[in-house]
Nanobody, 121 residues
């Protein structure tokens, strides 16, 4: 079992930056690929970014390429999402997820409670 706790959300102006963190507890963190997803009001949850267990492979949704960066520190069992050049359409609840494999994939086994990100225009 893996427990995930997100932090770092908040209110920011358009063009600003935020860094989300997701702390994991449980089994060996490096055994899990990690992902970030988001869900805006009235919309379905969508993929944002993912990173392999070693941190050597990353994947991004097209709408965040060049603006967001996913990273991880396996010594701290934490994954990060650095968000720059934020836009009002980035407003959503952001969720951290863990996949019980080291490689990136589309299925995730554990989810955090989410952290709200609001970008004002």
């Amino acid at each position: 079992q893996v427990q995930l706790v997100e932090s770092g959300g908040g209110l920011v102006q358009s063009g600003g930056s935020l860094r989300l963190s997701c702390a994991a507890s449980g089994r060996t963190f490096s055994a899990y690929a990690m992902g970030w997803f988001r869900q805006a009001p009235g919309k379905e949850r969508e993929f944002v970014a993912a990173i392999s267990g070693s941190g050597g492979t990353t994947s991004y949704a097209d709408f965040v390429k060049g603006r967001f960066t996913i990273s991880r520190d396996n010594t701290k069992s934490t994954v990060y999402l650095q968000m720059n050049s934020l836009k009002p359409e980035d407003t959503a609840v952001y969720y951290c997820a863990a996949r019980a494999r080291r490689i990136i994939g589309s299925d995730y086994d554990y989810w955090g409670q989410g952290t709200q990100v609001t970008v004002s225009s």
